[in-house]
């Protein structure tokens, strides 16, 4: 009945292949007179997500996460990952050759200190490394008393013998009714912030930052439309743009060189050599700049000035034009999501519906809208205890029955030009049980929480983060991801440099588009996730304040199952909350609904009785 377009459910992972690759990586480290190597799960640009030319962490280990990294010596081999990806990991890796580490709790600079032994060579590659983590690296081989190696070839390149070519999707321009605003006025902006740092010159090593200052996108990498591209900003003068000059065609190459200098791929380490020997100071980001274009600048004489990439920020708070977009595409995602909800509230209970069905039905949705480019990233489609596991990929190998009784989650989320969705939803096949509804009840309180939250102005993630964990944290219970990430302008689905976790030390600014999604994940049995999309927002006047105070505006429109809601755990505030945003919702949606999903729909939203609960 459907088709996913964009989605593959082919098992990616090589788990049997680890124990040979890494006999074949160890025999190259002899060659090479390394006692090991670190493999990053990076490219040159650092990005997130990387074109499958560069998933060497996959190829090598078999672990298909968005991140992680591994390190092989002659005896041992170790891979870490983080909090989401810990059922995973031990699903896809042989853990006879590789041992497991969390990613947080016990990093890579860690392990070295502890765990390399006296004396040795651990070889690495300054291109796949931030200038921050190869420092960390060097400090912990020296109180190893062991030495950080670079190599100018990877390793793993030398033995991966049917590598994926090198992407070569079509560079095109996102047109100013989309962007908001010009390339040109960007780089205004852009040159005013660098005048506070004394420097010659500035390198825009992140893709997502080189799409949005010149208003370019690109299909590099999956689902997440950037140009693989560099650029160099002077102080005055044009900017340069490194790409793979395959990849234009001849009206956007004409377009770009009215404000930029294009030169190939290969000019940029000569560019930056000469600016090293021209003895200019190079301002570079430490925390996502490649450690390789540091060396180049420096080695070549020139210095450099560290500091963060002032695009970032920029590119983060939304113009009146991407906020007005990103509310058009929530909307159309909503009705696509709704119609998708209710066609799964009749088929599930059949009990024939599967994992890769429900995906496919949805992405089909999205597609009827007419304005779907991409998914924004592989939706997230977790039956029983699939559900659990944070960051599943449905396969053809673990695909599962969705079968009553169950609770069924899915994230997902859509690239449209004029803005980027994610939300997930999880939802009862049948009676739920009384700790399913708690659990999910808990949950849900904590997502109002946050989305009533009122905080002044300069308020960042981590301050926030409490508000949504709280009546987990009450009954015991916690979930081990960030409460919500920062969302790009048909960009990334993850953008910086704001996030609502432990660890978001960035102030959430005006403009600013973050998800809302805390969760609760019972291994072995259901997850349980809800997320919106939220717009940072100027606070409703508040009589008396001394400071000035923002607000979160929900974006998404889809129903919450409240099948799942344990009313008598919600105050009457709370269950307000649900009733407005179903009222929201229904306002929104139903016009764009058949008769029969919009029958649904309303039965589905309709109010909860309020019952006189005080807030706790």
Request: proline share 6%; glycine share 8%.
């Amino acid at each position: 009945m459907f088709e996913a377009h964009f989605q593959s459910f082919e098992d990616l992972s090589e788990r049997a292949e680890g124990a040979p690759r890494v006999a074949a990586l160890r025999a190259e480290l002899a060659k090479r007179r390394l006692d090991g190597f670190i493999v990053p799960r990076a490219d040159r640009f650092q990005n997130e997500y990387v074109p499958p030319s560069d998933e060497r962490l996959a190829w090598l280990t078999g672990f298909t996460g968005s991140a992680g990294a591994a390190i092989v010596l002659a005896d041992r081999a170790v891979i870490f990952v983080d909090g989401r990806y810990q059922v995973q990991v031990r699903e896809e890796v042989d853990s006879a050759v590789f041992t497991i580490e969390h990613l947080v709790e016990k990093p890579p600079t860690l392990w070295i200190e502890t765990s390399l032994p006296k004396g040795a060579k651990l070889g690495y590659s300054p291109w796949l490394h931030t200038i921050d983590g190869a420092e960390r690296l060097a400090r912990a081989c020296t109180a190893a008393e062991a030495a950080l190696v670079p190599v100018e070839d990877n390793p793993i390149d030398a033995i991966w013998s049917d590598r994926p070519q090198l992407p070569l999707g079509p560079v095109v321009a996102h047109d100013l009714r989309f962007a908001g605003e010009s390339t040109k006025d960007k780089l205004t902006r852009l040159r005013a912030d660098m005048q506070k740092l004394s420097a010659d010159a500035m390198v825009v090593s992140d893709p997502q930052a080189v799409s949005w200052l010149f208003n370019i996108r690109g299909s590099d990498v999956p689902h997440t439309p950037v140009v693989l591209a560099f650029a160099t900003v002077p102080k005055e003068g044009k900017p340069a743009l490194y790409v793979d000059l395959r990849k234009l065609g001849n009206e956007i190459r004409s377009n770009l060189e009215e404000v930029a200098e294009v030169r190939p791929n290969a000019s940029f380490e000569r560019d930056l050599a000469e600016l090293g020997k021209e003895r200019k100071t190079v301002r570079l980001d430490p925390s996502g700049c490649a450690e390789e274009i540091a060396r180049l600048v420096v080695e070549s004489g020139g210095s450099i000035v560290r500091g963060s990439d002032p695009i970032v920020p920029m590119k983060a708070i939304k113009n009146a034009t991407e906020i007005a977009g990103a509310r058009a595409a929530q909307q159309r995602d909503g009705v696509a999501v709704t119609r998708f909800l209710a066609w799964f509230d009749r088929e599930a209970a059949r009990g024939e519906l599967t994992e890769i069905d429900a995906v496919e039905a949805l992405e089909s949705f999205r597609r009827d809208t007419g304005q779907l480019k991409d998914v924004s990233f592989p939706s997230i489609s977790g039956a029983g205890p699939n559900g659990a596991i944070v960051h599943y990929r449905v396969t053809r190998s673990s695909n599962r029955r969705i079968a009553p009784g169950e609770l069924f989650l899915i994230d997902s989320g859509g690239q449209y030009e004029d803005g980027t969705t994610d939300i997930t939803r999880t939802v009862a096949v049948g009676a739920p049980t009384p700790d399913m509804r708690k659990n999910f009840t808990l949950v849900l309180k904590g997502h109002i929480a946050l989305a009533r939250a009122v905080f002044p102005d300069g308020t960042n993630g981590a301050q926030l983060d409490t508000l949504a964990r709280q009546y987990l944290w009450r009954a015991g219970l916690d979930f081990d991801h960030g409460t919500g990430h920062g969302v790009g302008s048909y960009l990334s689905v993850h953008e910086g440099p704001a996030r609502i976790s432990k660890l978001g030390s960035y102030p959430l600014k005006r403009g600013m588009i973050l998800s809302n999604e805390p969760g609760y994940y019972r291994t072995g049995a259901y997850g349980i996730r809800i997320e919106n999309l939220v717009l940072v927002t100027e606070a409703p006047p508040v009589a008396d304040a001394e400071k000035p105070l923002n607000a979160f505006e929900t974006l998404t429109v889809a129903p919450i199952d409240t099948r799942l809601i344990d009313q008598t755990l919600l105050t009457d505030d709370e269950v307000s909350w649900v009733n407005s945003y179903h009222s929201h919702v229904r306002d929104v949606v139903a016009p764009a609904l058949d008769l029969e999903t919009r029958t649904w729909l309303f039965a589905a939203t309709a109010l909860l009785p309020i019952r006189i609960k005080k807030e706790r």
